[in-house]
């Protein structure tokens, strides 16, 4: 298959729901890491096609979602002051802070541009010599490389002007993290395939070793959960646990060594807080001691900023997997995506977002079909057949 359209063919759909069906003999708990293929999961209905013994749990894949709320308001400190062009994608425009957003910083008079790579902040930086640009740099491991090409370009060029305000995480700790709660139940994990394509898949066997769960590499169309669904379904079912690539088009074992070289110049790991969840060990990046000149947090003397998340936002739990967005009482009511509580509600890859927008609701609209083979649903569903190409 070449094209997008081939992975949302509802008849290649219905074979691999079959499959499922007839694989799957006792209960079993996944989670999708990554927040873009919850939103595959929740537009084209796949957890309700499943068989009912399938729970898919949303786990803490969004990246704007898991920028801690001291980041947020380090921001908007930042972004307040008269010397400073801050730069950001549009997403994190709108992820409220204590009181208040980078659009309210920006209606009241602060220059808040939205950029579309972090190399335009760098440009920025050179046609204006005489302001601060900060760029504010979050995510996993996808956007990690591009913003550490960036700081590398800016000590290169000698462009003392531009700064980097830090907030990126990294998926492995994340799932040690998840795995050794607690209140975990999940038997399974999808991780993101664009992850793996930066980083490889070294540090997952260990991981699938030492807890004992299968790890499915995978993509973000329809046709890509539903196989690796399958994949882990049969893992679970079989009492393996390993890791296997499913998304063998994009990712190579070995990662992307060029990606992976910047990264190992350009930043350090550290301990990170993620919203809602709280440290984790080694889960994060800093700048490198090589270049913490073009550390914002430490130009702009912001890092003792520290913050409380609203007592009525239930995103942390909606995170960790251990609510559904429906089950917190102020979702759709005081939580909506024009006024959001937290920044799952506000983000393109949140789990709030995705269940409002596709009008999940209550439990009862997110509750599954009575179900047969997929075959008997999935022509009555019809959400892969419905739903246009993204």
Known sequence: MK?????????????????????????????????????????????????????????????????????????????????VIFCSFGDMLRVPGSGRDLFRVRSEGGDVRVVYSPLDALRIARQNPDREVVFFGIGFETTAPPNAMTVYQAKKLGIPNFSLLVSHVRVPPAIEAIMTSPSCRVQGFLAAGHVCSVMGMGEYPELAARHRVPIVVTGFEPLDILEGVRRAVLQLERGEHTVDNAYARAVRPEGNPAALAMLEDVFEVTDRAWRGIGVIPRSGWRLSARYRDFDAEHRFSVTDIATLEPAECRSGEVLQGLIKPHECEAFGTTCTPRNPLGATMVSSEGACAAYYLYRRLDIAAARKPETGTAAETAPETAPLEASPVV
Do not use: N
């Open 3 to 83: 094209y997008i359209e081939e992975f949302q063919d509802p008849e290649l759909a219905r074979r691999l729901l079959d499959d499922i069906h007839a694989t799957v003999t006792r209960p079993w708990a996944l989670m999708e890491v990554c927040g873009g293929q919850t939103h595959t999961i929740i537009r084209h209905g796949i957890d309700q096609l499943l068989p009912e013994q399938i729970e898919l749990i949303h786990g803490p894949g969004c990246p704007v979602c898991v920028t801690p709320l001291e980041v947020i308001d380090k921001a908007l400190e930042i972004a307040s002051r008269p010397e």
